[in-house]
Every structure is written in C-alpha cells, then in structure tokens.
C-alpha cells in the first residue's frame, strides 16, 4: 500500500478577482521511503499542492474535489482535530525560507519541545534527549549547547537543518520539503539535499520534494511529478522520464536544462508564458504553447497511465503507445 | 547587557540636560512673572527686593545653573502663587492622576488586546466585526463630549456613580490613594474610562493588525505543519511577537497620558497634575511650569528607557544588538 494516494486533487482559491484554480487535478502516488520531485514553473501550484497535503490551506482557498489517501486514510473532510493531529506526526513540511520559519523569541529548545508536545507530554529530559538527538542527525555540531540558542545565532543553512529536525521530530511517513534549498548557498544547497536523502533512507520516511529546477531534483528524486498550471502533467520514474518524455511540456524543461544543451549553443526556451490560472481556456492548458497542439486539445486531457508512467497529452512525443 | 544599560541610561541623561534647557528658557521667554507676585502698589524698593529674592536680576544662564542645582538637590523652587514648594505641590495632585492613568491604560491595553487579538484571528466574524465597529467609534468621538454623556447617563440620570472628585481615598506609604477603597473606586470608574476609550480603541487597532500580519507568517504556518494547536499557537507564538509593537505603544500612551490627562481630570473635578498645570499657566507661575514639564521629559525618558530594557528582556535580538 503506498503511504500517500492523491487522486485528482482541486484546490481553489475564491478571491474578489475570481476563482484561482491553483490546483486543479493532481494524482500521484507515494510508496516508502521514496522521493518524489514536484516539479513545475513559478506559479504552478506546487506550494499550494503541498499545503493541500497538510491540510493547511488558508481562505479564501480551500480544497474542493479530490482524495488524500494518507496511510490508507482519507484526510480531505477530515476534522481539524484529527488532522492536527496526523500533522507532524504522520506528515509534516519544510519550508523554503529558513529565516521565516522559525520564531526568533524563542530558543531553538523551546521551538523543538513544543513540537514534541504537540503529540502529548513530554517530560524535559525526554524532550532535550530527542531534540538533541536529531539537531545531530541532521548536522547540527554540539547540539546540547545549541538547544539554547536563538535562530538569529544560526546560518540559514543550519536554520533549515533545525526546521528539518523539527520536521522528523515524530519520524513521519512523510515529509514535504518546498524547494528548502532556494533561499540557500549553491554549496550547502548540495548539503542539505544531501543530508534528507540519507535521513530519508534511513528513517523509512518518504519525500516530496518541491522544486522549479528540475536539474536539482532528478538527482535526488527517483520518481517525479510535473507540475504545469495546476496539473500534473506527467508522472512517472525520473530516469524514465528524463531519457524519454512524453508531454510535450515535459520535453520542453528538459531542452532547456543546461547540461543537455550543446556547448556554445543558446538555450532551447518553451515558447510563450504560464497562462494566468484566472482566465484559463477550456482545455489543454499547454495547448497555446504547445506544437503538438490539434483540434483534440480544445477538450482536457487526463492523466492516463502507462505501466510505471503516466501522462495527460493527446499528442504525447513519440506517439501514444499501443 | 550592563553596557547596554550604561548607554541607555547616558543617553537619557543627554536628553534630561537638553530637556532642562529648552524648558527653562522656553518658559523663560512667556510674560514677566513680576507683575504676578508683586501687588502693582507696591514701590520701587519692594518690587527690586522681590526681584532680587527671586534671583530674576541675575543674567539667564546663571539663573539656568541656579536653577539644575536646585533640581539636582531636589529643590524646584516654590511656586509663586501658593508660596509652597513646587514639589510639594506637584507631588501631592501626582498620585491622584497617577491612579486614574494607570487604571485606565492598564484597562485599555489588557481588554484592547484581547479583543484586538480576537478580531484579527477571526476577522469574518460578526463578532470581530462589531469590535471594529466599536473601535472606530472610540477613534471619532471626542474625548470631552463623551466625558459629558457619561457624567449625564450615569451620575445624572441613572445616579449610579459620582461625576466627580476623588471620594474616599486611604493612605498606604504616605500618599492618599482611591482605589483601595470602594467609594474612591467608584470615583475613578467614569473618568477612567473616559480616558480609555481613545486607547482602547487604539490597541484593539494594533493587536487586530499585528495578529492579522503574524497569522499569516511562514512562523504560523510551520508551528500549524509541526502539529501545534491552536490555542498554543496563541499563547507561546503570537503573544510573544505581538508584544514588541503593544509594549512600544504602551509606553508612549502611559507617559502622554500622565501628562496630558487635563481634560479628564477638567470634567470630572479630578485633582490631578492636569489641573494644576492648566492653572499655573494661565498666572504664569513660572517653577510650577518649568517643574511640571522637568517632570514630565522625566516620566518620558523614564518609560522609553524601561521599555528598551523590557525589549532587551523578552526580545533575544534587541539583546544580541545591545551585545554588539
Ligand atoms: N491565498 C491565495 N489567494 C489567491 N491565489 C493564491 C493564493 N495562494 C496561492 N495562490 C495562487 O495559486 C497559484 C499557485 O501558487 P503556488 O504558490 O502553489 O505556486 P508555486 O508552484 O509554489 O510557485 P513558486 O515556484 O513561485 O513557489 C499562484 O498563481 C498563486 O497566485
Ligand atoms: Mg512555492
């Protein structure tokens, strides 16, 4: 059984301009353990997909169709309670700015026992013993003394590495990183990818790592998901995809990547840009961008599966399969 | 930390020293207090006499360093009209206005912030909504007229408490106070809130913005992710980032209101420093106005220098900034 089911999930946001569809038909799957790259350009509904997740979607948005299968069970309509429940201790995030995370009043201590308690009382010695033990999991050099400190006193690389020990305090099944790295030096962004790879591996806990650089994720993710307008529009194993994609827009982020470039050439660019997600035309939402695009793509296309793979494309490269 | 509070405390100093000029010779330059004490019959030889007893022939600086002697040896001169010491004077209407400020910004702040609170967590409310309603009603109302339909409603009409003076009052370390006996408590009802509703307004304004803002924060958010309920999110996260902005204005509202509480204290017939100040300026009572206003920059530099070491207290930035 996979620890997390989302089935054509559909959050919006009902503000004065409109209806945002910022997540408008996501599915895919989670099994143990592994890590799944959300890829998508800016605006594609990456975060809020996370946040559907935790069930943390603030108004005016809200989820309205979908299915979360979170261990088996079913978290959209749950209560509050419950989901505050299952929130940290069964799936808990990472956010992308480090600074903002974390409460600068309050001791790096404080912060990690009250998440702690959060799931029942904890006495203090408990609570520093575990806290301890995973500022040093996730690198945190003398991590007794460090209980003490305020986030002020740390780097943003080592504040992010707090939020992730904050984050596996409850060793959840499944942890959603969004893009924890872009706020982040090139080199302890490598560190960081490297350090939840490992405690990804070694606790059992699975990953959904949110990023628009589809480079940094393939090297960490065995599978992916891209993301496109709110949609996932293809899904499937990241070697599989990055050799041989199918959607069209897919193919596109992989042409532009810098490392499939010939040397001394300029960079391939997906022509045209994202649509707003107010006034999206029925249909393929790729379409005006798209030249695959046909009559068939005035009507949307559904995530179809494909063995290990799936995609949402009438027109898919190299023909649909028989 | 202690370096800090040097610092601090120089720097109040500075502003005390700046404060005692600007003062003496503002005061200095309004009107001839001459003609106030000495009865306009008197001769030549009275009024040079009089002049001289109260050092007004000396040239201005040396009166001004006649003057911060006298301060510094807790002499601020006797006031001109009543012939008693200016302190004495000053410090026997202080702790009536002390009380009546206190009470009412205390008031204001505790209930303004939890309602503030209240209204910015859950701000589709008809609830938060009739908050507001009540805080723009207590921003547009002038202060005076509302004084006047509380005196009407509740001492006149109704006759459930006094409109004015201090009532009973008991004496705890030398100084008569209202609020411990429930004749004085009654007394200080009205004119309390009188001045609390412009601050109660106020700070439901400010906790309703600051907990809106923070709500929304990446700080929320993850506390929300990590599981923490809501009722701990309130109390161990918002209050504590809320309290930065409420403590500054706090500050500024407690000394502004001692010291400009004369409207009140005018309606309601309540013997404070408001009155007396009003009074000493219309005859000019030079050490009675000069001392007030001593007293005042005092009471200020006091409140901001508290309320930087409160900062230091609870925020580990400010301390680390006062570190460096
Ligand atoms: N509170 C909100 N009200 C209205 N629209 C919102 C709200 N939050 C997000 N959106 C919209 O949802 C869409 C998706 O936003 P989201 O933050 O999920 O994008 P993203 O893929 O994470 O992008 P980025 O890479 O920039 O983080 C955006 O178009 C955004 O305008
Ligand atoms: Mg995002």
């Known amino acids: 059984m996979s620890v997390l089911d989302v089935r054509d999930l559909r959050t919006h946001f009902f503000t004065r301009a409109g209806v945002v569809k910022a997540v408008d038909g996501v599915s895919f799957t989670l ?31 809200r989820i309205v169709e979908g299915s979360i299968r979170l261990n088996g069970k079913e978290l959209v309509g749950m209560s509050d309670r419950d989901l505050r429940k299952r929130r940290g201790r069964e799936i808990s995030m990472v956010f992308q700015d480090p600074i903002a995370t974390l409460n600068p009043m309050l001791t790096i201590g404080q912060q990690m026992r009250m998440a702690l308690e959060a799931h029942g009382r904890v006495g203090p010695r408990a609570a520093v013993t575990r806290s301890e033990e995973l500022l040093a999991k996730v690198g945190i050099p003398s991590p007794r003394a460090r209980l003490r400190s305020y986030p002020h006193e740390f780097s943003g690389g080592m504040r992010q590495r707090v939020a992730i020990a904050i984050a596996l305090l409850h060793s959840p099944s499944v942890i959603v990183a969004d893009e924890p790295t872009t706020a982040l030096d090139v080199s302890i962004q490598a560190q960081i990818l490297h350090t939840m790879r490992d405690l990804a591996r070694e606790t059992g806990t699975a990953l959904i790592w949110i990023s628009h650089d589809l480079a940094v994720v393939s090297s960490l993710a065995t599978r992916l998901a891209v993301m496109y307008a709110g949609r996932v529009v293809e899904e499937g194993p990241t070697a599989a995809i990055l050799r041989d994609p199918r959607h069209p827009y897919t193919a596109g982020l992989i042409a532009s990547l810098p490392a499939m470039a010939e040397p001394g050439t300029a960079l391939t660019q997906i022509p045209g840009t994202t649509p707003s997600l107010l006034s999206l035309p029925p249909g393929c939402p790729f379409a005006p961008r798209c030249t695959h695009a046909t009559e068939a793509c005035t009507s949307e296309p559904v995530l179809e599966r494909h063995g290990t793979r799936g995609w949402a494309c009438f027109h898919p490269v190299g023909g649909v399969p028989a | 930390m202690l370096g800090f509070v040097i610092q601090r405390f120089l720097q109040a100093v500075v502003v005390m020293a700046v404060m005692s000029v600007i003062v003496f010779c503002g005061v200095y330059a309004i009107g001839n207090p001459v003609d106030i004490v000495i009865p306009p019959d008197a001769t030549q030889d009275i009024r040079a006499a009089t002049i001289a007893k109260l050092g007004l022939d000396k040239p201005l600086w040396e009166q001004y360093f006649l003057f911060v002697g006298n301060l510094l040896q807790g002499d601020f001169g006797r006031s001109f009209v009543y012939n008693i010491p200016v302190l004495d004077l000053i410090g026997g209407r202080l702790p009536a206005t002390l009380e009546l400020v206190l009470t009412s910004v205390l008031t204001a702040t505790v ?25 723009v009603l207590g921003f547009s109302v002038p202060s005076f007229w509302v004084g006047l339909i509380l005196i009407l409603t509740f001492a006149v009409n109704l006759g459930w408490l006094p409109a004015g003076g201090r009532g009973a009052t008991v004496t705890v370390l030398g100084v008569p106070w209202s609020f411990l006996t429930l004749d004085g408590l009654s007394h200080i009802v009205l004119p309390a809130i009188n001045l609390a509703l412009f601050k109660l307004a106020m700070m439901i304004r400010l906790a309703r913005a600051g907990t809106r803002e923070i709500m929304l924060t990446d700080t929320i958010k993850f506390a929300r992710a990590a599981g923490i309920s ?11 980032l809320i309290s930065i902005p409420i403590i500054t204005v706090f500050g500024l509202e407690l000394g502004s209101t001692l010291a400009f509480a004369v409207v009140t204290e005018t309606i309601f017939s309540w013997p404070g420093v408001g009155k007396l100040i009003i009074d000493s300026i219309a005859v000019l009572d ?38 460096a």
């Not at chain 2, 809501?230 to 504590?240: A, G, P, Y």
């Open chain 2, 230 to 240: 809501e009722s701990v999110i309130l109390r161990r996260h918002l209050l504590k």
């Open chain 2, 111 to 135: 209930l303004g912030v939890s309602l503030g609170i209240y209204a910015g967590y859950r701000p589709d409310g008809w609830l938060a909504k009739t908050i507001m309603a009540v805080s």
């Open chain 2, 286 to 323: 030079r050490p009675v106005m000069v001392a007030y206003l001593i007293l005042v920059a005092f009471l200020f530099v006091t409140i901001n220098f508290t309320v930087d070491l409160v900062f230091a207290l609870i925020d580990p930035r400010v301390r680390a900034g006062a570190r």
């Open chain 1, 31 to 61: 099994e143990k353990g592994e890590i799944l790259g959300l890829v998508g350009e800016s605006g594609s509904g990456k975060t809020v997909t996370g946040f559907s997740l935790l069930g943390l979607v603030d108004p005016p948005g």
